[in-house]
């Protein structure tokens, strides 16, 4: 039970490395490819037909890409927002995402069914309007594709914990067998006084047995 338990966590947490890895990922490839349309060794990466992109708005530039970052934090947020307890995230959820975002961002967000679908959305139309090729905005979607597969494993191992009754089963089985363990005790303890070292023994396998069922628990 504790290998199964320590399994789902770790699942967990690749889930969460992945999210860190293709965000980072993602904001890389946005911030390099914005406003090209050609290869580095100097090929046009479009076809002959293909309207030349104007030339770069640093300002323009500065607030799509802006955009791309705080919902690409917006994704993460609300997916650390959906698998926590309402009671444990939620005040300071709508605090920050009223703080970064526009308030129409905000308020579609907070007010919606799935947040974090609701912020792959928004991240998928900042991402649409990026001045760059489509194949390479193809390439940036597919980390948002990922997106969905993390928040989808991270559901799963929400929804379906490890079943109550192998849990408790676990537990009475561990009980019943450490009740009748001074008496597979007894003999190999005769030669102390009165069978006093069993005390301690027993009390040490307990205390070691019952952590290992905790560790599962708390897992």
Not at 37 to 61: C, V, Y
Request: charged share 20%.
């Amino acid at each position: 039970r504790t290998n199964t338990s320590y399994g789902r966590w770790n699942e967990a947490r690749k889930f969460w490395g992945l999210n860190i890895n293709h965000t980072r990922d993602l904001n890389r490839m946005a911030t390099a490819w914005y406003g090209n349309q050609s290869d580095w060794d100097g090929t046009e990466f479009m076809e002959p037909s293909t309207k030349e992109l104007a030339p770069i708005n640093p300002a323009e530039r500065q607030y799509l890409l802006g955009q791309v970052s705080i919902l690409t934090w917006a994704f993460v947020r609300s997916m650390k927002r959906h698998l926590s307890p309402p009671a444990e995230d939620e005040d300071d959820y709508v605090t920050e995402i009223k703080a970064r975002l526009t308030p129409s961002q905000a308020e579609a967000m907070i007010s919606a069914t799935h947040r974090p679908n609701r912020a792959l959305y928004d991240l998928s139309v900042a991402i649409e309007k990026l001045p760059m090729h489509f194949v390479r905005k193809n390439s940036i979607n597919g980390n948002l594709s990922i997106f969905e597969d993390t928040l989808g494993g991270s559901e799963r191992l929400l929804s379906s914990p490890v079943p109550l009754f192998y849990s408790r089963h676990t537990a009475r089985f561990l009980a019943c067998w450490l009740v009748f363990l001074p008496l597979a005790l007894y003999e190999p303890f005769a030669n102390s006084w009165n069978h006093i070292i069993m005390i301690p023994a027993t009390a040490f396998i307990s205390v070691c047995l019952y952590g290992i069922e905790e560790l599962a628990t708390q897992l």
